[in-house]
């Protein structure tokens, strides 16, 4: 029997199977790349997360320490301190029995409107209470009401 012309005279031989298993490997490749990149992308997402969630509640309890532990000679000062230190205590509470429904933009939010507190705390420890205390003169008071009531006797 003759063979026809037209056709190949294939080796089976290494560089055949060298070739398929290098092909299998470059398919095989290829999938895996086009899983493992979106999933390592979003498991990315997923951290950088979690990690703005943990500073977000690090730096709450942080600026919230500086006012549970301030220490001043004068006493408005501690009392506006303490005053700041029990507002944030239910917000560190809702923070933490929450912050796994808080979206990545709530973080941000929460982020950018704590960076102002700690300044109340500088204010605070420098110039001392925003309050202060006004002395009244009881003595013109007492004597425009001993006049009144002269003129009432």
């Not at 923070?95 to 700690?118: A, V």
């Not at 009244?136 to 009531?149: D, G, R, S, W, Y």
């Given at each position: 029997?003759?063979?026809?012309?037209?056709?190949?005279?294939?080796?089976?031989?290494?560089?055949?199977?060298?070739?398929?298993?290098?092909?299998?490997?470059?398919?095989?490749?290829?999938?895996?790349?086009?899983?493992?990149?979106?999933?390592?992308?979003?498991?990315?997402?997923?951290?950088?997360?979690?990690?703005?969630?943990?500073?977000?509640?690090?730096?709450?309890?942080?600026?919230?320490?500086?006012?549970?532990?301030?220490?001043?000679?004068?006493e408005?000062?501690?009392?506006?301190?303490?005053?700041?230190?029990?507002?944030?205590?239910?917000?560190?509470?809702?923070?933490?029995?929450?912050?796994?429904?808080?979206s990545?933009?709530?973080?941000?939010?929460?982020?950018?409107?704590?960076?102002?507190?700690?300044?109340?705390?500088?204010?605070?420890?420098?110039k001392?209470?925003?309050?202060?205390?006004?002395?009244?003169?009881?003595?013109?008071?007492?004597?425009?009401?001993?006049?009144?009531?002269?003129?009432?006797?």
């Amino acid at each position: 029997m003759e063979k026809p012309v037209h056709s190949a005279n294939f080796k089976k031989d290494y560089i055949a199977y060298s070739a398929i298993v290098i092909f299998f490997l470059i398919i095989s490749f290829e999938l895996f790349m086009a899983i493992f990149i979106p999933a390592h992308l979003q498991m990315e997402g997923v951290w950088s997360e979690e990690v703005a969630r943990q500073e977000m509640i690090n730096n709450f309890d942080y600026t919230r320490n500086g006012f549970l532990h301030f220490n001043s000679k004068e006493e408005y000062a501690e009392g506006e301190a303490k005053i700041i230190a029990d507002s944030l205590t239910p917000l560190a509470e809702y923070l933490r029995q929450y912050q796994y429904q808080i979206s990545f933009k709530e973080i941000k939010e929460i982020e950018k409107t704590m960076t102002g507190i700690p300044k109340f705390l500088n204010h605070l420890r420098k110039k001392g209470a925003y309050s202060t205390d006004t002395k009244l003169k009881a003595e013109k008071f007492i004597e425009t009401l001993k006049k009144e009531m002269a003129k009432t006797n």
